[in-house]
């Protein structure tokens, strides 16, 4: 079974920064895409940005040029730098980890992390 564990989120500013981690544990399966999203209270899950194992990026339009997706293929750790922060960021940050399983991909899910933004 793949873990997947986020860590970094908390409160701040408008106009702030915070860094986001996510690791995904794992001893039997290669991690492939990986990708971060966020939910806020009673809206839709939507996909922030994305990473593939070689490192292309894709970004949502709502954060392109302030957010910044990497990864540690070595340590299965994915990060997220999210820059010039706004109240609409607010909301519960979720990792996803997909893993190849015979052949299949299967997405394995953090617990997620609170990210709040005040004016």
């Known amino acids: 079974q793949v873990q997947v564990v986020e860590s970094g989120g908390g409160l701040v500013q408008a106009g702030g920064s915070q860094r986001l981690s996510c690791t995904a544990s794992e001893s039997i399966f290669s991690i492939n895409d990986m990708s971060w999203y966020r939910q806020a209270p009673g809206k839709q899950r939507e996909l922030v940005a994305t990473?593939?194992?070689?490192?292309?990026?894709n970004y949502a339009d709502s954060v392109k040029g302030r957010f910044n997706i990497g990864r540690d293929n070595a340590r299965n750790t994915i990060w997220l730098e999210m820059n010039n922060l706004k109240p609409e960021d607010t909301g519960a940050y979720y990792c996803k980890a997909a893993a190849n399983i015979r052949g299949k991909l299967k997405d394995f899910w953090g617990q997620g992390t609170q990210v709040t933004v005040s004016s």
């Open positions: 990473i593939t194992r070689g490192g292309v990026t």
